[in-house]
């Protein structure tokens, strides 16, 4: 979406059109339920915190500046939403590294290969494992850059750090995560 187009979107979004809202809703709520499946781990989670994702954003959409970047500042709204859907709740975060939106290998009978779903579902488990040892940051960080491909920059934008925070959040959550595995890996040989 060129930034005249989105410019244009929002003036009829802030003006009261909610066919120009529901075209942002359509176009990027794959990716935003993406991410809050990611972080939350649970289906209905995320549906809870996509709805009120989208919500949060309509209500705000006057605050958007469009000479920023709309998913980052999306994004930013979902992760504040899940980190606060999950506090409420007392839930932990996990990363879903295998999800519906991931391609499984398939057999020669175009079944999924039961060897590469034991593997896939092994490392899910020992990854959503390793992450209780991140903190919500580290942990938003990690599946920003390493699940969304975020930019540093875009990481910082939204997670309302500076770059070097941003750097540090990701670097000390593979750290961890390498610690975490890699000791996994001992306990079992």
Known sequence: ????????????????????????????????????????????????????????????????????????????????????????????????????FD??????????DPEHLAIGSEFQRRIASALDVLTPMERTAFILRHYEELSIQEIARTLGVGNSAAKQGIFRAVHKLRVALASERVKKT
């Open 103 to 112: 391609k499984v290998p398939l057999s020669a009978s175009g079944l999924p």
């Open 1 to 100: 979406m060129g930034g005249t187009d989105l410019e244009g979107i929002l003036a009829r979004v802030r003006q009261g059109n909610a066919d120009e809202f529901r075209a942002l809703v359509e176009r990027h709520s794959t990716r935003v339920f993406r991410l809050a499946f990611r972080m939350t781990g649970n289906e209905q989670d995320a549906e809870d915190v996509v709805q009120e994702s989208f919500l949060r954003a309509y209500r705000n959409i006057d605050r958007f500046e469009a000479r920023s970047d709309f998913l980052t500042w999306l994004y930013r709204i979902v992760t504040n939403c899940a980190l606060d859907f999950m506090r409420s709740r007392g839930t932990r975060q996990r990363l879903v590294s295998e999800s519906e």
